[in-house]
T-cell receptor, first 112, second 115 residues
């Protein structure tokens, strides 16, 4: 079946550190891939997406590249801020009438 | 800007009550979804709908039902609330039913406590 596996958290970093959150997927077709972010007390917001192999999604200093050969979509940021503290979800979607498939989320805490 | 509105941010109900959670979107999206979010379990899909008056079961539909009488509104119903339904409930909508590359847009969630 279709699934998304994220690294388990929580992840705690100091401000300005480099961030990587790993995400790998299993899919029966050619999915689109997404990263969502959930700030405390809020719903999920789309952070970035990539719809085909080798695409790079980017937003707010975050990047992720769709790697078909390794079935991965790792999230990276060069210098995190305290305001990046949130839960990050990796997700995939396949064409047709199928809902998004989410990973379990990774909690990031950034300390000053 | 895309807007998904859930009727309540916090709700407290009693065991055995019938509970309605309402969700409205203003983007003319065909697709709407209900999830629950619990610590350590991530997001779990309860029900979804691709059109008015249609519904599909998600991964955990037991104890829940839904209603979609109008395109913009998708209601989640707890027929007889139980304490194990205490959770954060998230509603989402999306535009495209075939392309697969359209993101879902989420409301801010309803934190429901069943006493």
């Amino acid at each position: 079946g279709n699934s998304v596996t994220q690294m388990e958290g929580p992840v705690t970093l100091s401000e300005e550190a480099f961030l990587t959150i790993n995400c790998t997927y299993t899919a029966t077709g050619y999915p689109s891939l997404f990263w969502y972010v959930q700030y405390p007390g809020e719903g999920l917001q789309l952070l970035l997406k990539a719809t085909k192999a080798d695409d790079k999604g980017s937003n707010k200093g975050f990047e992720a590249t769709y790697r078909k050969e390794t079935t991965s979509f790792h999230l990276e940021k060069g210098s995190v801020q305290v305001s990046d503290s949130a839960v990050y979800f990796c997700a995939l979607n396949l064409p047709g009438n199928t809902p998004l498939v989410f990973g379990k989320g990774t909690r990031l805490s950034v300390i000053a | 800007d895309v807007k998904v509105t859930q009727s309540s941010r916090y709700l407290v109900k009693r065991t055995g009550e019938k509970v309605f959670l309402e969700c409205v979107q203003d983007m003319d999206h065909e697709n709407m979804f209900w999830y629950r979010q619990d610590p350590g379990l991530g997001l779990r899909l309860i029900y979804f709908s691709y059109d008015v008056k249609m519904k599909e079961k998600g991964d955990i539909p037991e104890g829940y039902s839904v209603s979609r009488e109008k395109k913009e509104r998708f209601s989640l119903i707890l027929e007889s609330a139980s304490t194990n339904q205490t959770s954060m409930y998230l509603c989402a909508s999306s535009r495209d039913r075939t392309g697969g590359n359209q993101p879902q847009h989420f409301g801010d969630g309803t934190r429901l406590s069943i006493l």
